[in-house]
């Protein structure tokens, strides 16, 4: 083939591939080129506001203290609006207390009712008999099998069998 058609064909062929630059790619090329920079130059910004913002901090509060200085009634709006929100708290606060003592003895109402209606239906609050008050004697004792006295002893707590350790 002729040299001159070769070199046609090939510069034909490379505007129709660079036309196209995909947006991923140029992205990419551009951080591996450049990564490092972009990192330092973002250490460099944290670095700079972490250090930088106690003193904002502390040049804002003067402009403000400035501002109270200058001009006394936006202080006294301040401590007002302060003092309003303390009352409402407050306000809040009772009513809240008031409503829990009144669901309080509402609760206490109901069980009163409730005890009362046992005591009315079965005659006691439990329901049953107390423990002592049946028409057996007072020296009943249901574990003694019938003996006034009961003759079981429980074993001695020893770590040896037998009785004793050294015998």
Not at 14 to 38: K, R, T
Not at 141 to 167: D, E, F, I, N, V
Request: aromatic share 8%.
């Amino acid at each position: 083939m002729d040299p001159l058609i070769e070199e046609e064909i090939m510069a034909e062929e490379e505007p129709s591939s660079f036309s196209m630059i995909n947006p991923l790619s140029f992205m990419l090329q551009f951080v591996a080129s450049y990564g490092w920079f972009l990192v330092g130059g973002a250490a460099v910004t944290l670095y700079a506001a972490h250090r930088l913002r106690p003193a904002l901090a502390k040049w804002q509060q003067a402009r403000e203290d400035a501002e109270y200085h200058k001009n006394p009634d936006v202080a006294l709006a301040r401590m007002e609006a302060v003092q309003r929100a303390r009352e409402l708290q407050q306000q809040r606060l009772l009513e809240a207390s008031q409503r829990a003592l009144e669901q309080q003895k509402e609760r206490e109402e109901r069980k009163r009712q409730e005890l009362a209606e046992r005591l009315a239906k079965y005659g006691t609050a439990a329901g049953g008999q107390r423990l002592g008050s049946g028409d057996k004697g007072d020296d009943y004792m249901p574990l003694s099998a019938g003996a006034s006295t009961s003759s079981y002893r429980p074993p001695k707590k020893s770590k040896c069998g037998g009785g004793g350790c050294g015998r």
